[in-house]
């Protein structure tokens, strides 16, 4: 999975245990393997994050209980409980709240743990509309078919992608819980040549981070998507780094994932401290760094508008905290806390009850984080060029 658009989500849900808060379902705006980009959702047990909701906060919020409510009542007239809470949840304004068949959040909990069903394609809907490929995975049956960065997707299965929302170009690349193996027919083009090509979606396993040297010394650690073990990954890339070697954190394009992954990765880089604060219906709490992370080297972090929800809250923690320079364009803005809650037919309501923010109190839901050095162009180079200024930490 994964793009430019963006979903997201955190933690893990276990069957059985009971299911807990998602920070973030991007899922209705875009960038995912197979579709848009990395998502950033997932439930665990019913746990909350904290700091005061404002006014502005409250009214995007649904009410599990009307939604429950409507479910029940649903399934006991022998009608859909799915379709009841679709209902109660579009009547909510509330924004980031959605539902979600059996299958597909099997999938969405499937790809928390590194791994996912498709074709192996990122995509984005570019600035004239077109949903345009932006990586395509190694040895995936997309690399094996030819296909490459910059070729633009025109149709799935036949339906044209145009006027189609993520959620739904999701649904149609992925074939709604369809099985490795299955068929999949894209319509593509590159400049003036137009091809359908049938590929076999097969289970993949994430590139969430990809390490670099670059020549002048500083390692880059690109960050896809906070999944399961993202944070080891990092740590492990930066303690095999070169002694005193600056690290350039590249969040471009991460549309989140696991709030423990984000919080983990802070880790690397922090000495203990606050990473988030964030509120469930009024209940607040804090997330925090555990101590011994390195201080030393010099850190930038990337950014740019498809970095959202737990990328978000990393890179507004290494800001806040003075233990980075972030370099690129604002991020996003996704920064509510969903709720997860199983319906009598075996679907799922993920709900917005509260809001995070960065350690200094800044809301990041529909404001994003501002780098301290906006660039839209050559945003890698002036990056690498800042970074060669930093000294080491006092």
């Known amino acids: 999975m994964s793009g430019s658009d963006l979903f997201s989500r955190p933690r893990r849900i276990r069957r059985g245990a009971a299911l807990t808060l998602v920070f973030a379902t991007v899922l209705a705006t875009g960038a995912a393997t197979e579709s ?9 047990g019913k746990q909350a994050r904290s700091t005061p909701a404002t006014s502005a906060d409250a009214g995007d919020t649904t009410e599990p209980d009307e939604v429950a409510d409507a479910a029940a009542k649903a399934l006991a007239d022998g009608k859909s409980p799915s379709k009841a809470a679709e209902e109660v949840v579009s009547r909510s304004g509330d924004r980031w709240g959605s539902v979600y068949d059996a299958g597909e959040y099997e999938e969405f909990e499937r790809e928390l743990e590194g791994e996912y069903t498709g074709v192996g394609l990122w995509t984005r809907r570019a600035a004239d509309g077109r949903v345009e490929v932006v990586r395509v995975q190694r040895d995936s049956p997309a690399a ?23 959620k739904e170009i999701v649904s149609l690349l992925r074939g709604a819980g369809a099985d490795a193996g299955t068929q999949v027919k ?11 090509q049938t590929l076999r979606r097969a289970r993949l396993e994430k590139e969430s981070v990809t390490v670099r040297r670059l020549a002048d010394g500083p390692v880059l650690i690109k960050v896809t998507v906070l999944t399961k073990g993202t944070g080891g990954d990092v740590r492990d890339a930066v303690r095999d780094a070169p002694q005193g070697a600056g690290v350039l954190l590249d969040l471009r394009g991460n549309s989140g994932g696991l709030v423990t992954e984000a919080q983990e990765v802070a880790s690397v880089f922090l000495d203990g401290g606050v990473v988030a604060t964030y509120d469930v219906r009024g209940k607040q709490q804090a997330l925090h760094a555990e101590p011994g992370g390195s201080g030393t080297r010099p850190l930038v972090v990337l950014v740019d508008g498809g970095t959202m929800s737990a990328a978000e809250l990393l890179a507004g923690a290494l ?3 003075g233990r980075a320079v972030v370099v690129g364009s604002r991020t996003f803005g996704k920064g509510s806390v969903q709720m997860p809650s199983r319906l009598p037919d075996g679907s799922v309501a993920e709900l917005t009850v509260g809001h995070y923010r960065t350690p200094s109190g800044r809301t990041v839901d529909g404001q994003g984080i501002t780098p301290d050095l906006e660039v839209d162009q050559e945003a890698e180079q002036r990056a690498r060029t800042v970074l060669s200024g930093l000294g080491p930490p006092s």
């Open 186 to 196: 894209l319509g593509l083009r590159r400049g003036t040549r137009a091809w359908s």
């Open 319 to 321: 800001q806040d905290r």
């Open 36 to 44: 848009w980009s990395e998502p950033d959702r997932n439930p665990t």
């Open 144 to 166: 094996r078919a030819g296909i490459a960065i910059g070729d633009r997707l025109r149709s799935v299965d036949g339906k044209a992608l145009k006027g189609r929302g993520p």
